[in-house]
């Protein structure tokens, strides 16, 4: 038998001339709708491309590991058989009643395990199939900028349509905090169309540091009543909450249980970001479509792990380990506040989770320094992110990735670093951050 057309190309032979073969079969345009094609930030600044030695602020995982007891508590999932297996699509039950005992009273209710309660594999997975369970094409999702990068692609692949609302820093004073980064009101409501299907809310926000008021919360709420819109509230920070900030879950205000999804993360709160257990809690009427989505995406999660998540919050009241994480991680923000105050260099204080925003606009460097070209046609902040990278040896991320094209000028004033970890590195870089005066002018 004669070789067909493409063996003969692929050997070369016979003077055929190649054809390229290196993407035949086109991909899907939402890969490019959602920007998961791009370079993202994570790429550019990953410390494989930064110098050897420099201290990675930047993506926000802790440099340390869960509690010990926690950490036993998975060991010894692990050395039985049943946590070794598939667990529920639901979640394993010993978690579901942790979580109902944990989260109950701070909700007022008597969360059934059965049916409001579910466990995911991660708070982005469990966020990912709430836009697979609600979404129809065209359906538009409203979301604050700066917004977690992860929300874009999981709303464009699902057919949604992200509308931007961004909160607009008011930090002309000498002490700016991130209850200066205001929501306006006006421009939400215009943001709002027939079309409008959801809305998602993060508090204590990334990166702003920002926890929403109460008075905040309650128009949000007023909006979503009136135009009956499915609330998401990422509060995978909810233990993280400084200076005596009041911590307000959304899904308490009057009427407003019945259209939110409530998103928390065992990874945020035992410092175990790679176990990917999460949980969502909201009524039947959501939870029910969303355990549908969530059992043909990943049917269930990670067995083992799901019981030291739930050791964990069987003994956070007992341990005061809740107090303990406030206490260590405002000692950790310290280090780096108390930096830019001797710099005398601008930041946004955060009141809740574990970044800061440093304001960059006066970093300064030569013309002709050798930025790479990944950073050369994206915001201000990349290159202000790369110069501090190189000069100074501590690594950050630029708050423009966290924007729409139309909004970046907003972001590119700032840079976020991440303050989730050890003390001793987290000196080591406030000791090369003072190295900032030199750069700014």
């Given at each position: 038998m004669?070789?067909?057309?493409?063996?003969v190309q692929?050997?070369g032979?016979?003077?055929?001339?190649?054809?390229d073969?290196?993407?035949?079969?086109?991909?899907?345009s939402?890969?490019?709708?959602g920007?998961?094609?791009?370079?993202?930030?994570?790429?550019i600044?990953?410390m494989a491309?930064?110098?050897?030695?420099?201290?990675?602020l930047?993506q926000?995982?802790?440099?340390f590991?869960?509690p010990?007891?926690?950490k036993?508590?998975?060991?010894?999932a692990?050395?039985?058989?049943?946590?070794n297996h598939?667990s529920?699509p639901?979640?394993?039950?010993?978690?579901?009643?942790?979580?109902k005992k944990?989260?109950?009273?701070?909700?007022?209710?008597?969360?059934?395990?059965e049916?409001e309660?579910?466990?995911t594999?991660?708070?982005?997975?469990?966020?990912y199939s709430?836009f697979?369970?609600?979404l129809e094409?065209?359906?538009?999702v409203?979301?604050?900028e700066p917004?977690?990068?992860?929300y874009l692609p999981?709303i464009?692949?699902n057919?949604?349509?992200p509308?931007y609302v961004?909160?607009h820093?008011h930090t002309?004073?000498?002490?700016?905090?991130s209850?200066d980064?205001h929501?306006?009101?006006?421009?939400l409501?215009?943001a709002?169309?027939?079309?409008?299907?959801?809305?998602?809310v993060n508090?204590?926000?990334n990166?702003?540091?920002?926890v929403?008021?109460r008075?905040?919360?309650?128009?949000?709420?007023?909006?979503?009543?009136?135009?009956?819109?499915?609330?998401?509230?990422?509060?995978?920070?909810d233990?993280?909450?400084?200076?005596?900030?009041?911590h307000v879950r959304?899904?308490?205000l009057?009427g407003?249980?019945d259209r939110?999804?409530?998103?928390?993360?065992?990874g945020?709160l035992?410092?175990?970001?790679?176990?990917?257990i999460?949980?969502?809690?909201g009524?039947?009427?959501?939870?029910?479509?969303?355990l549908?989505?969530c059992?043909?995406?990943?049917?269930?999660?990670?067995?083992?792990?799901?019981e030291a998540?739930?050791?964990?919050?069987?003994?956070v009241?007992?341990r005061?380990?809740?107090?303990?994480?406030v206490?260590?991680?405002?000692?950790r923000r310290?280090?780096?506040t108390d930096?830019f105050?001797?710099?005398?260099?601008?930041y946004?204080?955060?009141e809740?989770?574990?970044?800061?925003?440093?304001?960059i606009?006066?970093?300064?460097?030569?013309?002709?320094?050798?930025f790479?070209?990944?950073?050369?046609d994206?915001?201000r902040?990349?290159?202000?992110c790369?110069?501090i990278?190189?000069e100074?040896?501590?690594s950050?991320?630029?708050?423009?990735?966290?924007y729409?094209?139309?909004?970046?000028?907003?972001?590119e004033?700032?840079?976020?670093?991440?303050f989730?970890?050890?003390l001793?590195?987290?000196?080591?870089?406030?000791n090369?951050?003072?190295?900032?005066?030199?750069l700014?002018q």
């Amino acid at each position: 038998m004669a070789p067909s057309a493409s063996q003969v190309q692929t050997n070369g032979t016979h003077g055929i001339k190649k054809t390229d073969r290196s993407a035949l079969i086109p991909f899907s345009s939402r890969l490019k709708e959602g920007r998961a094609l791009a370079e993202d930030v994570w790429s550019i600044f990953n410390m494989a491309n930064l110098p050897a030695d420099c201290l990675n602020l930047g993506q926000g995982y802790m440099n340390f590991g869960p509690p010990t007891w926690v950490k036993e508590a998975a060991e010894e999932a692990l050395n039985g058989i049943p946590a070794n297996h598939y667990s529920h699509p639901k979640g394993r039950i010993r978690l579901r009643e942790a979580i109902k005992k944990h989260y109950g009273p701070q909700l007022g209710r008597d969360l059934d395990v059965e049916s409001e309660i579910l466990v995911t594999s991660g708070a982005n997975e469990g966020q990912y199939s709430v836009f697979v369970a609600f979404l129809e094409p065209g359906d538009e999702v409203i979301m604050f900028e700066p917004f977690f990068d992860q929300y874009l692609p999981s709303i464009t692949f699902n057919g949604g349509v992200p509308v931007y609302v961004p909160l607009h820093p008011h930090t002309t004073g000498d002490k700016p905090t991130s209850d200066d980064w205001h929501i306006d009101f006006d421009e939400l409501r215009r943001a709002i169309t027939p079309k409008t299907k959801m809305i998602v809310v993060n508090t204590p926000h990334n990166p702003v540091g920002k926890v929403f008021t109460r008075e905040e919360l309650e128009q949000i709420a007023a909006l979503a009543e009136q135009h009956n819109l499915l609330v998401m509230s990422d509060e995978v920070y909810d233990f993280l909450v400084f200076d005596g900030k009041e911590h307000v879950r959304i899904a308490n205000l009057p009427g407003m249980w019945d259209r939110t999804v409530t998103v928390g993360s065992a990874g945020k709160l035992f410092s175990a970001t790679g176990w990917r257990i999460g949980w969502l809690i909201g009524p039947s009427s959501i939870i029910k479509p969303t355990l549908a989505a969530c059992t043909r995406i990943v049917f269930c999660s990670n067995s083992p792990l799901q019981e030291a998540a739930a050791a964990g919050l069987e003994q956070v009241s007992s341990r005061k380990f809740l107090e303990q994480q406030v206490r260590e991680y405002d000692e950790r923000r310290k280090i780096l506040t108390d930096c830019f105050d001797e710099i005398g260099i601008k930041y946004t204080k955060p009141e809740g989770t574990y970044f800061i925003l440093l304001d960059i606009s006066s970093v300064k460097w030569p013309d002709d320094y050798p930025f790479p070209a990944s950073v050369l046609d994206r915001g201000r902040d990349f290159r202000a992110c790369w110069y501090i990278a190189m000069e100074i040896g501590v690594s950050s991320i630029p708050v423009s990735e966290f924007y729409c094209l139309e909004h970046t000028s907003i972001g590119e004033n700032y840079a976020r670093f991440a303050f989730c970890k050890d003390l001793e590195s987290l000196r080591q870089a406030a000791n090369r951050l003072k190295g900032l005066r030199r750069l700014i002018q």
